[in-house]
């Protein structure tokens, strides 16, 4: 029986491909979004891990408000020298470097005098001590590290990019106006080829001190002397730093770094992964259909099979065989497609500004495994039933002219409508309970639009009849014979007119869904900014809430035309154990503005400042 359904599989070979496409498609998808993702993920890895490599010990700030944009607390001098003369401390270095942060922020100016940054992409400004270059986490590519007060290095794709090379001038600004530096030199970050959208300049400390408005250090590196263990460094060091510092080994501090980028990356995976499913659920859709036409086609041929002594369990596996190697031939296909497809979202990603760091690709064994588990065991799924109708084809047809499977008595619609009853109390459930936005609310909804597809899918069929007449109407007075003939053919077998329509149900749902979500967000958006911003002219940050030095706001005031501008100042703070947003306006630019409804205006016309 395998060498029947691998025949027959290879005699309606053009079906088998066209059926085998939605399953390429799909597998492709979660392929593409495992490599593309384990790719990322190995470039951060590679950007953190290297930050320690030579380090046994971190000491850092601790971060006393989540979400700050003055970042973690700075380690002072002080503390950097009381480490050195620790006992088991063999060398010591302090850096201004902060990858999770919003206090080491330095914007490179390009020759068009606006700033080098895409969508929103960081701007590091780093401080290096380059007498310890066991410590430093960059690698000079040309020229030589910055030794005086208007000297920088940039990062190596950024130069490439912009064309700049060691000896030009570049400006660059950080919590002051602009300054122009001399490029002494390029680098990268780790072993990673690119930091994606982000661009770097490394200057020396006292220099970075000053641009960034810091004092003390963000992070100190230490290294332990021959035969003690990092645990005990770790353990000696907690001793000699406030309670402003936290002392963590290097392993530690390279995986609190990656935290914050993990979940960035589990969004990008379970978005990607999202639409794969999305792909294989249609694609179940048609491998069903196509294999249970193909069986109604064969009916002659299976029954045949049964006349020479075929069992039904042989009927069965042949059918269920014939599906396993559509899926595996597909799965295959589609994860090799899958590589294809993760260069091409790294490029669209990066179309969209969205550019991240890139390193050799990574093929991970579950990459390999959950593609093509995933794709043969939906294609398996989506055939076994017409497999079991085959079974149901007796040895006496082979003989009768125009016979057909004889069908149980159907529960789909049945079941069709208690599905979707679950659906749209899960639905409701998520929009209604005053909790949407939830974990456990985007769950239910995901959970309810998937079983209402099911639902419908199952008592479509009934439905069929009815709106098959109705659409049938212009398209007999229309087409004449050739639409009668049509429409006919809709109603002759209601639930192969439905389960082939699925697909294109889902399609268009998920459309209907994105451009009804979209318009919804925008018209909120619009309503919000109109009622609240009455203003002339807004200044804020390039990507729209990154924050950038207090001086603009002054600026703006001076700037001629302007008959009054406000400030407003946002960050996080604490009161008592709770983080909370904190805003700050100018009292005399708001009381000057006279009356409540000027000062409400007014206030809108701002230039947000970092605090």
Do not use: C
Request: cysteine-free; hydrophobic content about 45%.
């Amino acid at each position: 029986m395998t060498g029947v359904a691998l025949k027959g599989l290879l005699a309606r070979r053009v079906r088998a491909i066209l059926t085998a496409l939605a399953i390429v498609l799909g597998v492709a998808m979660v392929s593409g979004s495992f490599v593309l993702t384990d790719t990322i993920s190995k470039a951060f890895d590679s950007i953190f891990t290297s930050s320690y490599s030579h380090t046994d010990a971190v000491v850092s700030g601790r971060k006393l408000v989540d979400y700050s944009t003055g970042g973690n607390t700075t380690v002072s001098q002080t503390v950097l020298e009381r480490i050195k003369r620790t006992r088991d401390v063999a060398a010591a270095s302090g850096a201004l470097i902060d990858l999770n942060g919003d206090s080491t922020h330095a914007n490179l100016i390009g020759r068009d005098g606006k700033a080098i940054q895409s969508n929103g992409n960081p701007t590091f400004g780093f401080g290096i001590d380059t007498s310890q270059p066991r410590f430093n986490p960059l690698k000079l590519k040309e020229g030589h590290w910055a030794t005086g007060a208007h000297q920088v290095v940039i990062d190596a794709e950024t130069a490439k990019k912009q064309h700049f090379a060691v000896g030009d001038t570049i400006g660059v600004a950080a919590s002051g106006p602009k300054e122009s530096f001399r490029i002494v030199g390029t680098a990268t970050y780790g072993d990673v080829k690119s930091l994606g959208g982000a661009t770097l300049a490394v200057f020396t400390i006292p220099t970075a001190q000053r641009l960034l408005d810091l004092h003390g250090y963000s992070v100190i590196s230490v290294a332990a002397k021959p035969g003690v263990s990092a645990d005990r460094l770790v353990s000696e060091l907690k001793q000699e730093v406030p309670a402003s510092a936290q002392v963590r080994t290097a392993k530690e501090q390279a995986n609190e770094d990656k935290q914050g980028v993990a979940s960035f990356i589990s969004f990008i995976r379970g978005f990607l992964l999202g639409f794969g499913g999305i792909a294989l659920f249609v694609g179940a859709f048609v491998i069903f259909n196509t294999l249970s036409i193909t069986v109604a086609h064969r009916t002659r041929e299976l029954a045949t099979l049964r006349t020479l002594g075929a069992s039904r369990r042989q009927v069965l596996r042949s059918v269920v065989l014939e599906s396993f190697a559509i899926g595996l031939a597909a799965s295959v296909i589609g994860l090799v497609a899958g590589f294809g497809l993760a260069r091409g979202l790294s490029s669209l990603f990066g179309a969209l500004g969205l550019t991240l760091p890139q390193t050799s690709s990574v093929y991970a064994t579950h990459t390999f495994v959950i593609s093509l588990v995933l794709g043969v065991l939906v294609t398996v799924l989506a055939g076994f039933v017409p497999a079991l109708r085959a079974t149901r084809v007796p040895p006496i047809a082979a003989v009768r002219e125009g016979a057909v499977i004889q069908r149980k008595k159907r529960l789909g619609p049945a079941a069709g409508v208690v599905l979707f009853g679950i659906a749209s109390a899960l639905i409701a459930y998520a929009t209604l309970g005053g909790h949407f936005g939830s974990g456990k609310s985007l769950l239910a909804l995901a959970g309810g639009a998937l079983l209402g597809l099911l639902g419908v899918a199952g008592f479509a069929p009934v439905l069929v009849t009815a709106l098959a007449s109705v659409v049938g109407i212009p398209a007999k007075r229309l087409g004449g014979a050739a639409g009668g003939l049509a429409t006919d053919n809709a109603t002759r077998n209601p639930a192969r007119t439905a389960s082939t329509a699925a697909a294109l149900m889902i399609g268009l749902a998920l459309v209907t869904f994105v451009a009804v979500l979209g318009k919804g967000v925008h018209g909120s958006v619009d309503r919000a900014v109109n009622k609240q911003v009455t203003a002339d002219w807004v200044v804020t940050s390039q990507n729209g809430w990154s924050a950038f030095p207090a001086g603009a706001g002054r600026a703006v005031a001076k700037a001629p035309g302007v008959a009054l501008a406000s400030d407003i100042r946002s960050d996080r703070g604490r009161i008592g154990s709770a983080n909370v947003n904190v805003n700050g306006i100018d009292p005399a630019s708001i009381a000057s503005s006279g009356d409540r409804d000027r000062t409400q205006r007014w206030s809108g016309s701002t230039a947000t400042e970092r605090s």
